[in-house]
C-alpha cells in the first residue's frame, strides 16, 4: 500500500505540491488527470525518492520514504518507473538495458539475468530486438523496453509518468496496449496521464490534480460523468 | 646523409630526446588522467564550499605560464630539500597541469549525460556509484575521448617545455645540435618537426574520427 | 627530510616589481600583435581552405597542420633560427653579400620572431575556429535573408556575421590568453623584455628563484582574469540574445 500524507513540496519560491493525500491499494490502478505543470510528476519523483519533500510523509509498505534511516536504494526495487522520455541507456543493447539493475542491484548471474530479461521483453512484444541499440528503436519500442525493464526487477508497483506524451500519436498504441496487459495481470500503478479514454477504461480509480492539490478523487464513472467540482468539470470540459 | 654534415649520430641524439619526449607524455597523461577523473567527479556535484577552492587551484593552474610552473616546482623542491631529479619534476608538473585540463574535461562529460537518464538509473534501484560507473562514464566518454585526445596532443608538445629545467627532450636535442652546426638548422629542425607530426598527426586524426562517427549515432 | 635551509625574501622581489609591470607590458604587447596578425592570417588561411585552387588549400592546410601538431616552441625556432638559414641561403645563390650591405641576416631579433612565431601559431588554430564559426551558421540564415530582400553582401555582413563572431568569439578569447602564457617561451631565444624575461634576468642576478617566479606566476594570472572577465563582460554586453 502506498500512502501519502498531505505532501508538501517547493522548488525555490514555486510550490509545487500544496498538501496532497491519497492512497492506493495493492491491485488498485490509480490514475491521475490535470494540466501541464499542476505537480503530477513531481508526486511520482517523490513517492520512489527521486525528490525529497518539505513536509508530510509517504509511505510504502509502511516504510517512510524520506526518512533518514531508509534505504532508497531498496525501497526503488519494489517501485518500478517509467518515464516520459523514455531514457533508454543509449550505450546498451535492448538486452543489457534489461538486465543491468537485475546484475547490479540484485546480483544475478548473467545467465539468470538475460532469462528473466528475456521473458519481460517477449512479454511486451521486443523478444526479436534483444541484440540492437535503443537508436534503432522506435520511441514506442524504447518505451516498452523503459516498462520491461522495470517489470525485470518484479517490483510490486509501477508508476508511469506520462510515458505516451512524447510518442508519435500512431506509436501511442502499442505502450497502453503493454500497460492494458498489465493492469489486467494485477499489477498495482499509478498512472499520470493525458489518455482520458485510457484512464477512464483501465483506472479503479481517478484523481484530478490542479495548481498542486488533488481536487477531486473517485471511480471513473464518478469523476468523468458526474464531477463533484466545477474545476473537474472545466478540465474535462477542455480535454474531451 | 643528405648531403648535409648531420650524422648519424646526431639522429639517433634526437631521436633518443623523442623517446623521452613520449615517456614524460606517458607518466603526465597517467597522473593527471586519474587525478582529472577525482577531481571532476567532485566539481560535477559538490557543493560550492568544495567545488569553489577545488576550481581555483586548477583555475591558476591553467592561468600560469607552464614554463613558470616548471621553474618554480623545481625551485621549491630544491628548497625543501627533496632533491629530486629533473625528470621526475618535468612529469610531476605536467601531470598536476594535465588534471586541471582534464577535470574540466570529465565535469563537462559527466553534466553532458541527461539528468533523466541517470533518474531513471537510480529508480532502477542502481546506487549512486553503480549509476557513475554503468552509466554515466560510459556515456561522458563519448564527450570525453575526443577532447581527451586533443589533451594528450597538447601535452606532448607541452614536454618542449621541460627544457627549463634541464630535461633533454625532442626539442632541446635538436637545439643543442643546432648550436653546434648553426648552418643545418633548417634541416635539424624539419627533421624534428616531422618526429612530433609523425605522432601528432595520426592521433588528432583519430579523434576528430571519432568524434565524427559518435555525432553521426546521437 | 624537510630540512629548510632557506629564508624567503620577498622583499627583493616586490622591489622588482616596477621593472617586472613594465615586463608583463611587452608581454601583453606580443599577444596583441601577435593575435591581431593570427586574426587576420587566420581569415585568409580559413578562406583560402575553401578555395577552388588546389595550391592555395594545400598552403593553407600545411600552415594549419604544423601550427596544430608541433609545439609552440618549435615554430618560434622555425622563426628565430629558420628564417636566417633559408636568407642564407638565398643569399649565397644570388651572390649577395647582405653583410656588405651593412644588414646582418644572420641574427633575427628575438621580441620578433616571438611575435611571428606566435603569430604564426595563432593563425593556424584561428583559421579552424573561423572554419567552424561559418559552419556554425546555416544555409537557410542566408536565404531567409536574401529571401527578406537583402543583397549578398548585406545578407553576410548584418546576418551571418554576427553570427558567426558569437561562435567564435569564446574560442577567440582562449587563444588570447594562450598568446599570453605561449610568451614566456621568448626565454628559449633570449627574449629578455618581456616578464619571463625579466624575470630570468633579476633571478641570474640574485638567485632568488622562487620568489621572482612566484610573483611572475601572480602577475600572469592576474593579467589572464583581466583578459577573461573582460571577455565575459563583452560577450554579456554584445550578446544577449
Given at each position: ?20 493525500s ?140 506520462e ?25 498495482t ?18 484523481a ?31 480535454v474531451? | ?23 614524460i ?40 605560464p ?64 553503480q ?9 561522458g ?10 589533451l ?9 617545455l621541460v ?56 | ?23 608583463a ?167 629578455n ?49
Open positions: 500500500m502506498i500512502e501519502i500524507e498531505n505532501v508538501k513540496k517547493s522548488f525555490g519560491q514555486l510550490e509545487v505540491l500544496k498538501g496532497v491519497m492512497t492506493v491499494d495493492r491491485g488498485e490502478v490509480v490514475s491521475v488527470i490535470g494540466g501541464s505543470g499542476s505537480g503530477k510528476s513531481t508526486m511520482l519523483m517523490c513517492i520512489n525518492g527521486l525528490e525529497p519533500i518539505d513536509e508530510g510523509r509517504i509511505l510504502v509498505d509502511g516504510t517512510e520514504v524520506h526518512a533518514k534511516d531508509t534505504d532508497l536504494n531498496k525501497l526503488r526495487r519494489n517501485i518500478g518507473i517509467v518515464f516520459q522520455q523514455w531514457n533508454a541507456f543509449p550505450h546498451l543493447t535492448v538486452l543489457e538495458n534489461t538486465t543491468l539493475a537485475l546484475r547490479k542491484v540484485l546480483g544475478k548471474s548473467k545467465k539468470d539475468a538475460d532469462e528473466i530479461a528475456i521473458k519481460q521483453l517477449e512479454h511486451v512484444g521486443l523478444g526479436d530486438k534483444l541484440k540492437m541499440y535503443p537508436s534503432k528503436l522506435s520511441g514506442g519500442q524504447q518505451q516498452r523496453m523503459a516498462i520491461a525493464r522495470a517489470l525485470a526487477m518484479e517490483p510490486k508497483y509501477m508508476l508511469f509518468d510515458v505516451t506524451s512524447a510518442l508519435d500519436p500512431q506509436l501511442v498504441g502499442e505502450v497502453l496496449d503493454t500497460m492494458r496487459l498489465l493492469a489486467n495481470e494485477g499489477m500503478m499509478i498512472v499520470v496521464t493525458h489518455e482520458m479514454a485510457f484512464a477512464r477504461e483501465v483506472s479503479n480509480r481517478v484530478f490534480f490542479k495548481d498542486g492539490l488533488i481536487h477531486e478523487i473517485g471511480t471513473p464513472a464518478q469523476l468523468f460523468e458526474s464531477p463533484e467540482r466545477p474545476e473537474t468539470a472545466d478540465f474535462l470540459k477542455s474531451l | 646523409m643528405f648531403g648535409t654534415s648531420i650524422t648519424w649520430g646526431d639522429i639517433s641524439f634526437m631521436l633518443s630526446g623523442a623517446g623521452l619526449t613520449l615517456a607524455t606517458f607518466w603526465a597523461m597517467l597522473g593527471g588522467t586519474l587525478a582529472g577523473l577525482v577531481f571532476g567527479v567532485i566539481r560535477a556535484q559538490s557543493p560550492w564550499y568544495v567545488n569553489y577552492p577545488l576550481g581555483t587551484v586548477l583555475d591558476v593552474l591553467r592561468s600560469v607552464l614554463l613558470i610552473q616548471f621553474i618554480l616546482f623545481n625551485s621549491f623542491q630544491s628548497i625543501i630539500g627533496l632533491n629530486m631529479n629533473p625528470f621526475v619534476v618535468g612529469c610531476a608538473v605536467l601531470a598536476a597541469y594535465t588534471a586541471a585540463f582534464c577535470t574540466e574535461i570529465v565535469r563537462g562529460g559527466i553534466l553532458s549525460v541527461p539528468t533523466t537518464t541517470r533518474r531513471a538509473a537510480r529508480s532502477l534501484g542502481l546506487t549512486y556509484w549509476d557513475l560507473r554503468e552509466i554515466v562514464l560510459p556515456l566518454t563519448r564527450v570525453m575521448l575526443p577532447s581527451w585526445i586533443g594528450t596532443l597538447g601535452v606532448m608538445k607541452d614536454t618542449a627544457y627549463a629545467i634541464g630535461v633533454i627532450e625532442l626539442l632541446r636535442s635538436s637545439q643543442i645540435i643546432i648550436t653546434r652546426k648553426p648552418h643545418e638548422a633548417l634541416v635539424i629542425l624539419a627533421i624534428a618537426g616531422l618526429m612530433y607530426f609523425i605522432v601528432s598527426f595520426p592521433v588528432s586524426r583519430l579523434g576528430a574520427h571519432l568524434e565524427r562517427k559518435w555525432r553521426e549515432n546521437d | 627530510m624537510f630540512d629548510i635551509n632557506y629564508t624567503f625574501h620577498w622583499n627583493q622581489a616586490f622591489r622588482a616589481l616596477p621593472d617586472m609591470l613594465a615586463g607590458w611587452i608581454t601583453l604587447q606580443i599577444a596583441v600583435l601577435s593575435m591581431v596578425i593570427g586574426i587576420i592570417v587566420g581569415v585568409v588561411l580559413a578562406l583560402a581552405k575553401q578555395s577552388r585552387f588546389v595550391a592555395a588549400r594545400g598552403f593553407a592546410t600545411t600552415w594549419i597542420e604544423i601550427a596544430r601538431n608541433t609545439p609552440a616552441l618549435f615554430q618560434v625556432y622555425m622563426i628565430y633560427f629558420g628564417i636566417p638559414a633559408v636568407l642564407q641561403l638565398v643569399a649565397s645563390w644570388f651572390d649577395i653579400d647582405f653583410r656588405a650591405m651593412g644588414i646582418n641576416i644572420f641574427y633575427l631579433d628575438s621580441y620578433w620572431a616571438v611575435l611571428v612565431g606566435i603569430a604564426f601559431n595563432n593563425a593556424g588554430y584561428l583559421a579552424e575556429t573561423f572554419r567552424g564559426g561559418l559552419r556554425a551558421v546555416p544555409d537557410t540564415q542566408t536565404r531567409a535573408a536574401r529571401s527578406l530582400g537583402f543583397g549578398p553582401f548585406d545578407a553576410f555582413r548584418l546576418i551571418v556575421l554576427p553570427q558567426m563572431f558569437r561562435a567564435v568569439f569564446h574560442p577567440m578569447t582562449n587563444q588570447m590568453v594562450w598568446a599570453i602564457l605561449m610568451t614566456s617561451v621568448g626565454i628559449f631565444v633570449g627574449l623584455i618581456d616578464l619571463t624575461g625579466v624575470t630570468q634576468e633579476l633571478n641570474a642576478r640574485t638567485f632568488r628563484t622562487f620568489e621572482f617566479f612566484a610573483l611572475a606566476a601572480a602577475i600572469y594570472y592576474v593579467i589572464a582574469k583581466i583578459v577573461t572577465s573582460g571577455a565575459r563582460l563583452i560577450a554579456w554586453r554584445l550578446f544577449r540574445y
